[in-house]
T-cell receptor, first 114, second 113 residues
Framework: GNSVTQMEGPVTLSEEAFLTINCTYT??????LFWYVQYPGEGLQLLLK?????DKGSNKGFEATYRKETTSFHLEKGSVQVSDSAVYFC?????????????FGSGTRLQVQP | EAGVVQSPRYKIIEKKQPVAFWCNPI?????LYWYLQNLGQGPELLIR????????DSQLPKDRFSAERLKGVDSTLKIQPAELGDSAVYLC???????????FGQGTRLTVV
């Protein structure tokens, strides 16, 4: 079956530090990959996505590249801000199989200190 | 445009009592999802609707959980009777169809005491 593995948190960084949150996946088909973000008190929001190998998704300074050879989709940002503090979820959607819904990782909490 | 609306935001009930959650998806969205999010975990699919038809309910504990989506718009998720282990956040999401982006509501946080 499909699964997503994320690095455990919390990740604590100082403002303007470089961020990497690791994500690897297992899928029986050829999935699309996503990063969702959950700010305190808010619902899940799509941050970025990639639908095929070597695609790079980007939004709000965050980037992630779909690496089929390593089955990874690591999230990066060059300079984090306090406002980036949230929980980040890596997810996949595999339309080639019958399970056409998102499979999520367990989430990684990011805390950015001023 | 209004997003996915869920109510209530919070619910506290005693074990063995029934509880219901309501979801109003984005207008025009044919696909509706209910997810369960346990503390410190990612959401897990409970059920997916295409219009009024439940097309994936393999993860729904049917002995105590039920869901409906009358007229293919609003949806209700019910638990009867609730158990302590049901304490979690219940998320609703909708999308135009199964191939497009899903938008999530803020969720209902259930506490069973």
């Amino acid at each position: 079956g499909n699964s997503v593995t994320q690095m455990e948190g919390p990740v604590t960084l100082s403002e303007e530090a470089f961020l990497t949150i690791n994500c690897t996946y297992t899928a029986t088909g050829y999935p699309s990959l996503f990063w969702y973000v959950q700010y305190p008190g808010e619902g899940l929001q799509l941050l970025l996505k990639a639908t095929k190998a070597d695609d790079k998704g980007s939004n709000k300074g965050f980037e992630a590249t779909y690496r089929k050879e390593t089955t990874s989709f690591h999230l990066e940002k060059g300079s984090v801000q306090v406002s980036d503090s949230a929980v980040y979820f890596c997810a996949l959607s595999d339309l080639d199989t019958g399970r056409r819904a998102l499979t999520f990782g367990s989430g990684t909490r990011l805390q950015v200190q001023p | 445009e209004a997003g996915v609306v869920q109510s209530p935001r919070y619910k506290i009930i005693e074990k063995k009592q029934p509880v219901a959650f309501w979801c109003n998806p984005i207008s025009g969205h044919n696909t509706l999802y209910w997810y369960l999010q346990n503390l410190g975990q990612g959401p897990e699919l409970l059920i997916r609707y295409e219009n009024e038809e439940a097309v994936d309910d393999s993860q729904l504990p049917k002995d105590r959980f039920s869901a409906e989506r009358l007229k293919g718009v609003d949806s209700t998720l019910k638990i009867q009777p609730a158990e302590l282990g049901d304490s979690a956040v219940y998320l609703c999401a909708s999308s135009l169809n199964q191939r497009t982006q899903a938008f999530f509501g803020q969720g209902t946080r259930l506490t069973v005491v």
